[in-house]
Structures are given as structure tokens and as C-alpha cells.
């Protein structure tokens, strides 16, 4: 993990995030009128990093647990939204849709060195597929910070559930 990835930090972080330049963590700048997308969660397995996303739609809540993957990855503040990647998954229930959509949002990142930071995603609850596109930008050292390298998605602790407000969607990275 770099300097500035903190998984303690109960701050929650926002769609559009503005980020500081301490050390001890990410410490996003609320701007007024913002919605809250997810936050990291300081309880869980103590090596891996577990996030809390949710959206009005379960499309949203996933593409924000996908935008807090990416976050601690590099920080979304210098990634620009140049390249853009469809993604269609079926599961067998939205745990493993959930695990699959970031499992293959994980392989890009691997294997073509793709970081994103901006997700449309539609999800058929009763057909348990999903469609997203994907925009963002490859990963340069000498311009995009280096984050947290996130090994896996997990199915530990895994949590989706719809609210009043929407969807909440708790997951555990291997880190």
C-alpha cells in the first residue's frame, strides 16, 4: 500500500472526489451538494480492504463499488476518461454477478493495465446479468499514483441489499 492509502479512514468518499495531498490516508474534500457513493470500512479482515457502496439503483451501487476499487488503486482525481471497455456478466445471484463484474474489472486492470473512474452499469435482477461501460484511462507511473494492489475480490462478508434509499452493497478485497 502507498503512503497515502489509509483503509482506516471511516471518511466517506464521494462520487466526485477531491483528494488532499497528506500522507496519512485519503482524505476527500465533501463539496456541497455531492452524494455519497462509498466508503472504506475500518472492521473487517485486518489485511484486506472492505468497502460499503450503495446507489438508487443496483446498477449505480455496483458501478460505486467499482469506482472504490479503482479509488484505492490510484486515485480517481487523475484519471481521465479517454478509453472506454463494455462488460457483460451473467451470474447465478447478484453475489456472484457482484464478484464477477470486479473480477473482470480486475483482469483489465492485470492484463491491459486499464484504471477506471467512470461506470454506467444496468443490472437485470431477474436475468442476474449486467451490462457497464467502463471509461477511464492506462495506468502511467509518472502521472497516476500508485494505490493499493488489490489481488482478488472476495466473497467474505459480502452484503447486497435494497433500502429505502436504494442499494447497499458491502465487499471485501484481497489485498
Known sequence: MSARFNKANKETHTLFISMSRRTK?????KR????????YVEEGPEAD????????T????????ALAMFNAITPME???????????????????LLFDFLGELLYINDTELLVFSGFDVDVDE???????????????LGRHEQGA????????????ARGEGGWKIRVVFDT
Open 25 to 29: 490516508g485519503l482524505r476527500p474534500e
Open 32 to 39: 456541497r451538494g455531492e452524494i455519497s457513493s462509498f466508503r
Open 49 to 56: 480492504l472492505t468497502v460499503e457502496a450503495w446507489g438508487g
Open 58 to 65: 443496483l446498477g449505480e451501487a455496483f458501478g460505486n463499488a
Open 78 to 96: 487523475g484519471v481521465e476518461q479517454r478509453v472506454s471497455r463494455n462488460i457483460e456478466v451473467k451470474g447465478d445471484d447478484l453475489g456472484a
Open 126 to 140: 431477474k436475468g442476474i446479468t449486467l451490462r457497464a461501460e467502463c471509461r477511464g484511462e492506462p495506468f502511467e
Open 149 to 160: 494492489a488489490i489481488k482478488a475480490v472476495t466473497f467474505y462478508d459480502m452484503r447486497i
